[in-house]
């Protein structure tokens, strides 16, 4: 039997208006017990049955009523599919999500825009944010750790607009990016190297490009006797080390007061004597005190930052420098960048939905005024693609120059041996 929108939406506006929420809060954690719940709450106000529901409408409408009170409603069932990364939804019609890097349209909806409304209202107060008319936009962390983006009416014009990038469960390791073909073995040894000998790297690429994957990849070789602080916008990185202290950034509150930003956190983090500090994502002015932090004696740091290309992320840093301070010459930027910054690598997501590492590119210094880029390696993609219709294409070492920083940082670090072993052949 299928049931209209028209008497859904009846049926959810008296059942959530006539709920006593403390009957049921201390539920939400235990689905069957809520169900059960519910059911009595559905039998006391429809024993009448006026809208004439079988069996089968009756728990289907109980169904949705516990899946809005615990939190997601109709996106419950996508958000407990561990191969969704992201959904997005724009509007109560439209619910996209992206598995193994393809978008494909949800077999789901909101009865309206108002559930879909009412369900990311409840979804940032759970977690201390509100959104309404005089604040349309809001950004948030939920419980489980995923990202929540809501915007609402007036900004959004066919309905409310939510997008989740669901916190990722399984912790992969450079192996699983291996396994993945999103890399060489010579690639993954050359990083494994890297970090271990205090190599400052950026992690550059789109969104969705598996930056944070790679930087938590990356975070498993560094060594446990080492004092480490993360700075986050929204905490992601999950490090396996006992000496980790993990900061978040903090909106402003009700009264438009308390706000903690990312420049605060590093400018903080560099009284509290670390070792590394690890910032998951670089995108304001904090980018220059993070640069300052890699030139005196923080060396091992890392972070993320959205650019296209190697060199695309030399002039985006560049540029959210001087968002902090427009009277710092363009050749000063330019040379703090080249003695703070070893590696920048290069995330990307292909077209067919796969994620790669197109470049391993050391900055080697100045020429002039311009900033000196080599490539160690890159991907080439091939003319044709394989059988199953995916992109394949080589992995290209480029060998090591003699001045590299990486290679002196070997030599100190007594893994010369093991560097050399990777570009046997290919070294110039």
Partial sequence: MLISLEIQEKIRLEMLSNLDIEKVDHLITDRKKLISALVDIFDEYFNNNQYHLNTQAQYFMIDMIADEIMGFGPLTQLMEDDSVSDILVNGPENIFIERKGILEKANCRFINNQQLTDIAKRLMQKVNRRIDESRPLGDARLLDGSRLNVVINPITLDGTALSIRKFAKNNRRLKDLLDMNALSSEMANFLIIASRCRANIIISGGTGSGKTTLLNALSKYISDNERIITLEDAAELNLEQSHVVRMETRLAGLENTGQVNMRDLVINALRMRPDRIIIGECRGEETFEMLQAMNTGHDGSMSTIHANTPRDAITRLESMIMMGSTKIPINVIRRNITSAVNLIVQASRM??????????????????????????????????????????????????????????????????????????????
């Fill in 351 to 428: 077209n067919d939905g796969s994620r790669k590492i197109t470049h391993i590119t050391e900055i080697m210094g100045m020429e002039g005024d311009n900033v000196l880029l080599q490539d160690i390696f890159s991907f080439v993609p091939a003319e044709e693609r394989n059988h199953a219709g995916k992109l394949s294409g080589e992995f290209v070492n480029h060998g090591l120059f003699i001045r590299s920083s990486v290679r002196k940082r070997a030599t100190i670090f007594n893994m010369s041996q093991e560097l050399n072993q990777i570009f046997d052949g290919a070294n110039k």
